[in-house]
């Protein structure tokens, strides 16, 4: 039986007996539903945002509930219920306007992962003041630009995970965006009296392409880097190979490339103290800016925190005695800024460009972007592959498994030559029978996926 409450209360709405084909479907930045097929003698006043909890998470209506009434037979009821990232939907994703509210839909903000959530938790406590919302682990990121428009929560947190190259996950009202890979200590092995019942294996897609991928070509940003970078290279190169490359010799070439365009040789200085809205001093730089500017290329300085976060200013001087920077007014049809008011102030951090950075932090890029596209080769070189899998019940009863979303299984079939881990991303739980697993879907990889497009099937 489970109890349906009223929107905002601890009344019951109604007890219900779901019958057999009744399920909860979850999966990895994928669906979190429950679909409830039950019948009543009597009609039932759903509301929208009556609410329930199933195997622990609590489930509301977002919609009006269908039924079916015909003759003098019990009424047919099929109740569609949402997990709490749906509400995430309703919410819209503002910034702050001049004057601190809420109002703006279409911007560029200049931030890091952890700037973006927090974001989304003001945003969500806007939507239900009080509501409890939290933000849980996020991943640590450099500062990147990014444009918003007219977005909602949800549809943000998949911009975020994209963006971020990780995933986003709703415990509760706990927002966090991060991939947490735990190994369950299950074997799921196929055959007779195991724990599948039945086993499938279908090609994955690699981002745009089909197939393995062994040869990748990856390229940073084109910032700060001199016209003798190279031999005249354009982007950031991930040292003197031209390419990393990872099981060739096994499958064969097959290549890509990538653009990572936040890294390229920078310093992230701090401000340590202001003469005035123009002038400020970063006692901490170690070289000469005069010593590395390029020809016909006006050196700037964008701020990454403060104030002025986000803005981009040209430099009309430094001073390598002191360490003092003067920049210039940054004017145009809504800005006119430092101001007396609005300015640099100490601690503010900034990233310089424009300029052809000393050796020893061109030589941090290349290891740094090395390293990006070796993990990205490691997540998406190999063949991707699914494995849809039919669950023995008896087996997982007489087991007491339970299964665990996101966690990676020991996948076993000696017939098919497989022994792997492979992660659970997405499955489907019978409600009146929750040793059934009706489908289950281990894959290599997860995609980010909109909530719109897979609903029931």
Request: net charge negative.
């Amino acid at each position: 039986m489970i109890t349906i409450y009223k929107k905002g209360s601890t009344d019951a709405r109604a007890v219900i007996e779901p019958d057999d084909s009744s399920y909860q479907d979850r999966g990895v930045m994928r669906n979190d539903i429950v679909l409830l097929g039950f019948k009543s003698t009597a009609p039932i006043s759903f509301g929208i945002g009556d609410n329930a909890k199933v195997f622990g998470r609590t489930y509301k209506i977002n919609r009006p509930v269908p039924f079916n009434k015909v003759a003098n037979r019990d009424i047919e009821y099929s109740l569609t219920m949402e997990g709490l990232q749906y509400d995430m939907r309703k919410a819209k994703f503002f910034t702050l306007d001049s004057h601190n509210r809420f109002t703006e839909l279409k911007f560029s903000q200049r931030g890091r992962a952890i700037d973006f959530c927090n974001l989304i938790i003001a945003n969500m406590e806007r939507w239900e003041p009080g509501g409890g919302w939290k933000l849980g682990d996020v991943i640590e990121s450099d500062f990147v630009d990014i444009d918003f428009d007219n977005q909602n929560c949800l549809e943000v947190a998949a911009t975020l995970a994209t963006k971020f190259g990780t995933e986003y996950a709703l415990e509760d009202k706990t927002f966090s965006l991060t991939k947490k890979v735990l190994t369950s200590g299950v074997i799921l092995e196929y055959g007779a009296g195991k724990a599948l019942a039945g086993l499938a294996m279908e090609n994955q897609e690699s981002g745009d392409t089909n197939g393995p991928i062994t040869r990748l070509y990856v390229y940073g940003g084109s910032r700060n880097i001199g016209t003798n970078y190279r031999d005249g290279a354009q982007f950031l190169r991930s040292g003197d190979a031209d390419y990393i490359e990872k099981n060739a010799d096994v499958l064969g070439v097959f290549e890509e490339s990538i653009y990572f365009d936040d890294i390229y040789p920078r310093r992230e200085g701090i401000v340590s103290a202001v003469a005035d809205k123009l002038v400020f001093t970063d006692a901490d730089i170690d070289f000469n800016i005069n010593d590395y500017l390029l020809p016909g290329v006006t050196a700037q300085l964008t701020f990454n925190t403060g104030q002025m976060a986000g803005l981009t200013f040209d430099i009309h001087s430094f001073d390598n005695p002191t360490k003092t920077f003067t920049i210039n007014l940054l004017i145009n049809e809504t800005t006119n800024l430092p101001s007396d008011v609005l300015k640099p102030a100490v601690g503010d951090k900034y990233v310089l460009i424009g300029i052809d950075m000393p050796l020893s932090y061109i030589v941090n890029a290349e290891a740094e972007l090395k390293a990006k596209g070796k993990a990205w080769l490691n997540e998406n070189g190999p063949g991707k592959v699914v494995y849809p899998v039919q669950c023995n019940d008896v087996y997982f009863k007489r087991e007491s498994v339970e299964l665990e979303l996101g966690k990676n299984y020991q996948l076993r079939s000696p017939q098919f030559n497989i022994d792997r881990s492979i992660r659970l991303v997405n499955y489907r739980r019978m409600i009146r029978n929750p040793n059934v697993y009706s489908s289950i879907e281990l894959a290599d990889s997860v995609a980010v996926q909109s909530l719109f497009l897979k609903l029931i099937s």
